[in-house]
């Protein structure tokens, strides 16, 4: 359990580097990812299979498990950057309660959404760098 950990704290770091004026709670209401990512790490996101009418597997989440098999994990923190980008204005000033049950919702949202969705994230995937160094 302690590379979840130390997974979670990476996280922290990535998306403080990427929105620092946005992401503040991170640090000021001492947040951890551990929160709301942490099912992202265990079970890649595989909790979203039955999100469609006709339970086919959703389109985005076919693309998140492509970019993990030929990224590793580095495509979980991205993924996990344009997950809370697209949503990081709803969660300013907000409890810890209430930042994870709008990551729930939005994360249930966006498996809904379909390929407009998937193209996007296809776009910010290759937008957003991850190194193996945290500055």
């Known amino acids: 359990m302690s590379l979840l950990f130390i997974r979670c704290y990476q996280l922290n770091r990535l998306l403080y580097n990427f929105y620092p004026e946005k992401i503040s709670w991170l640090s000021s ?11 992202w790490f265990i079970i890649i996101f595989s909790n979203n299979i039955f999100f469609t009418k006709d339970k086919h597997i959703p389109k985005l ?3 998140i498990w492509d970019a993990f098999l030929i990224d590793g994990w580095k495509a979980i923190f991205k993924t996990a950057t344009f997950f809370i980008g697209k949503i990081r204005d709803r969660l ?3 409890s810890m309660s209430e930042i994870t049950r709008i ?3 939005f994360e249930k949202d966006v498996f809904k959404a379909g390929e407009i969705i998937e193209q ?4 910010e995937y290759n937008r957003i760098k991850v190194t ?4």
């Open 29 to 39: 209401e001492h947040t951890m990812s551990s929160c709301f990512a942490t099912s």
């Open 61 to 63: 989440l076919l693309a």
């Open 92 to 94: 300013l000033g907000r």
């Open 103 to 105: 990551i729930k919702e």
């Open 120 to 123: 996007e994230y296809r776009t």
């Open 132 to 135: 193996n160094g945290i500055q």
